[in-house]
């Protein structure tokens, strides 16, 4: 079969299921490791069902039947509760595997999630060196955007937008998402306007990631935020002078990744 080839109903397929805090991930990938299938919801309050209604949309997309998944492995925040799973990885592991599936070089990824951030280094050959989480505090996360969109009153998707509008980007001073809401209505208050707060808020979100570690030459970014605001891509560049890769589908690197760690569970067992 060529790679160009659609998958049939006869084929096995492996499923990788990335449950965060605030959104459920799953890919859908062949023996070839194409990706066939995927979908993302709000991971919600029950995180089993979240995880079966997007398995679902996945194999819908993908036109396969669930009794052909071969193996499935989950990562995440909510990585155990996810019923249907026949193994666990951490999302350092799977973000890594993901992203260096995509660009096979040594690398710094960053990681902007709903409530926290990764910067993981790997090295040629795909194994990681070390890396940074920010977990104790919204700052610099998807949480931090979508409390200062409520406090701005902007739909959380107009954000990237509005911010490429701005022509003299105001810079807050603080990273802490209250005392940066505060700061947001004083700006209001003088009369700044609101793509240049808007592009400001990027530009925290940027400063705060960036401080957690060193980057290698090369760097890739990830998530959902970045899959929504690709101005922060944009920004990094022009702030590092480093090209940026980023994967079609940044959301999905945790949930690729884990299907990439069931794809090879699966051969050692002869699936």
Known sequence: MSDNEPVTMREAFFAGVDVGSSRTKVAILDRKKRLVGHAVRRSGTDFSETAEVCLKESLDMAGLPREGMARCVSTGYGRKNVLFSDDTKTEIGCHARGCYHYFPVAMTIIDIGGQDNKVIKVDARGRRLNFKMNRKCAAGTGAFLEEMSMRLGIPLEEMDSLARESEQMVELGSYCTVFSGTEVLEKIREGKKVPDIVKGLFFSVIKRVLEMDSLTDRVAMTG????????????????????????????????????????????????
């Open 224 to 271: 959902g935020v970045v899959a929504h605001n690709p101005i922060l891509v944009e920004m990094v560049k022009e702030i590092t002078g480093r090209e940026i890769l980023v994967p079609e589908y940044p959301q999905l690197t945790g949930a690729v990744g884990a299907a990439l760690f069931a794809v090879d569970e699966g051969a050692s067992e002869g699936q």
